[in-house]
């Protein structure tokens, strides 16, 4: 009676198979690797659903999917002609799962990856605002003069850098006998960065690039103030302060000045405050280092003894700011350093 048993239920599931899958076909039976067949499959071929069956001529591999009335449907996976053109996941808590690699061809997109990690080749569009976008190439626009900023063909976003003049440092007079006169250092140029959109930035921007400040004079005077650079209103950095000047003394201690600072943009960032300026005796004198730019490129300090006249050392690179002069024991003045220029750059993504 058991046999009999046995047998009945056998015989309903091969019933119902047929009913799922149709008649007897080598795609029926299920296989964890794909199937090699010698021509596309067609809906008279039945297979489990997610069944993969590879065409041997052309490597084109298919997908099993659901049965109804006796018609399988069929997807192409990858290969010439129609297959799959876009996955959609679903929302939610975040999702996990197994390996997936699929390859839309030789010129397509390939996703390889696990869990949540993916790793993709192929041309790969990043969608904005419901528009796919990709950069083809990136751009600069460097500017050490004022000028206009006129965006290159098909630039969709940038990034706008600009760094200011540095501060002049400061002058010496002359010194008395058994005295020193000695200028402190200007500060760095200040700079601001703007991150925006071709919208944002129309057909042109004015571009203004802050002069380095000017040398502070043999008698004593301080040194000049670095210009703002710019872009438009849109990203705005402010020159180094120039350094104090000094006329004689025995003893002499003197601040360096403030550096310029950001005013507007996306991120700011100061200069550095130019080197202290001293004296002592009446025949030892260091001038103020010249402060640093986000570039670097402040002038050295400098250091001497005994009766010498030593001018100060001009700004090296974008927004460095100049050292201070020195003048000891009865010898004539001393101007300071000249500021460097500040420097703004774009650059541009194109599309």
């Not at 940038?158 to 007079?173: F, H, K, M, R």
């Not at 700011?268 to 103020?288: D, E």
Request: proline residues 3%; aromatic residues 4%; hydrophobic residues 40%.
């Amino acid at each position: 009676m058991g046999k009999i048993l046995r047998r009945q239920f056998m015989a309903m599931r091969i019933d119902r198979n047929r009913e799922a899958y149709g008649p007897e076909n080598p795609l029926q039976r299920l296989n964890p690797t794909p199937i090699a067949v010698a021509a596309a499959p067609t809906g008279a071929d039945h297979a489990p659903l997610g069944q993969v069956a590879v065409v041997t001529s052309s490597s084109i591999p298919y997908m099993a999917g659901t049965t109804v009335a006796n018609v399988t449907t069929w997807t192409q996976l990858g290969g010439a002609g129609s297959g799959i053109t876009s996955m959609t996941g679903t929302t939610g808590a975040a999702q996990t799962g197994p390996t997936v690699s699929w390859s839309a061809g030789t010129t397509g997109l390939v996703i390889t990856g696990s869990a949540n990690v993916f790793t993709l080749s192929g041309v790969l569009a990043v969608a904005n605002g419901g528009a796919g976008t990709s950069f083809k190439t990136i751009n600069t626009q460097v500017f050490t003069s004022s000028g206009t900023y006129t965006p290159t063909a098909n630039m969709a976003f940038c990034v706008i850098e600009v760094v200011a003049g540095g501060g002049g440092g400061g002058g010496a007079g002359a010194s008395s006998a058994s005295e020193v006169a000695v200028g402190s250092g200007g500060g760095g140029g200040g700079y601001a960065r703007l991150s925006t959109d071709a919208a944002t930035i129309g057909a042109s921007q004015v571009v203004t690039v802050g002069a380095g400040g000017a040398i502070g004079a043999d008698t004593g005077t301080g040194g000049g103030t670095g210009g703002s650079s710019s872009v438009g209103a849109l990203c705005v950095a402010t020159g180094g302060v120039g350094g104090a000047g000094n006329t004689t003394a025995a003893t002499v201690f003197d601040r360096g000045s403030a550096g310029g600072a950001g005013s507007a943009g996306d991120l700011q960032a100061s200069g550095n405050a130019g080197g202290f300026a001293s004296a002592a005796n009446g025949a030892v004198g260091i001038s103020g280092c010249g402060g640093n730019s986000i570039y670097g490129g402040g002038a050295p300090n400098i250091l001497a003894s005994g009766a010498s006249t030593t001018a100060g050392i001009a700004g090296v690179d974008f927004g460095g700011a100049g050292s201070g002069g020195l003048s000891i024991d009865g010898s004539t003045g001393a101007a300071g350093g000249l500021g460097a220029d500040g420097v703004v750059i774009v650059t541009e993504y194109i599309v």
